[in-house]
């Protein structure tokens, strides 16, 4: 009951961050969020989170030291993403961020800002993409080549990470059929994707304003 509970939460506060990032990315037009754009979001993250969870708690149960390496490889990798494009842009230090702050100041905020942008995405597809260029610090801009590899590579890493608990489960999960679990966690991670590409084709409350839509872009 606990679990369910929390993990309601969670989709709640991820649909609420959604929502949020589109009335920031277009804050000059009246946005308006039907209802059938909450289902898909919904729907979206209740899958890709859940089964993302479930993915790491399988691995980690069986390869208890290497979940610790793969957690680490993920937060290092979102944690510093911005950094580099950051310094590949050749953009001037922010410094529009809070007038009171000092330089240090700045950069402990914007890494606390960062650090919380790599907890989201290994977990799911953060709502709002930093971008320290930019004087918002977020990207205005929809990016379907960023978001189209994110989904693959964490496509392939979770049937990695099942494959591997496959391999090395223990008698733990003799009753368990693994085949089935093992196909049901990919199944339920591409429906999260489905609902995705759902919400941005047909419920996005600014879809008419995207230079491209879903179906172009793949």
């Not at 979940?67 to 580099?84: M, R």
């Not at 960062?114 to 995405?121: D, M, P, R, S």
Request: glycine fraction near 4%; proline fraction near 3%; include cysteine.
């Amino acid at each position: 009951v606990f679990m369910v509970l929390s993990l309601l939460s969670i989709v709640y506060g991820a649909l609420r961050c959604n929502i949020l990032a589109i009335k920031i990315k277009y804050d000059d037009y009246n946005v308006r969020v039907k209802p059938a754009a909450y289902l898909c979001i919904f729907m979206w993250r209740s899958f890709e989170i859940a089964t993302r969870v479930t993915v790491l708690v399988l691995f980690g149960s069986v390869l208890k030291i290497w979940v610790f390496v793969v957690v680490l490889l993920n937060f290092l990798g979102f944690f510093l993403y911005p950094w580099i494009l950051f310094w590949l842009s050749k953009s001037p230090f922010p410094e529009n961020i809070e007038k009171e702050l000092s330089r240090l100041g700045t950069t402990i905020v914007l890494c606390l800002l960062t650090f919380l942008y790599a907890g989201i995405n290994m977990f799911c597809w953060s709502a709002a993409q930093v971008e320290l260029s930019d004087p918002d610090l977020i990207s205005k801009s929809q990016n379907w080549y960023r978001m189209t590899v994110y989904y693959i590579v964490r496509l392939m890493e979770n049937a990695f990470l099942l494959l591997m608990w496959y391999i090395y489960r223990t008698d733990f999960y003799l009753y368990v059929c693994a085949p089935m679990l093992f196909l049901q966690l990919l199944i339920g991670y591409c429906m999260g994707i489905f609902f995705m590409l759902v919400f941005y084709q047909f419920c996005h409350p600014c879809k008419k304003l995207f230079s491209s839509s879903v179906t172009e872009a793949l």
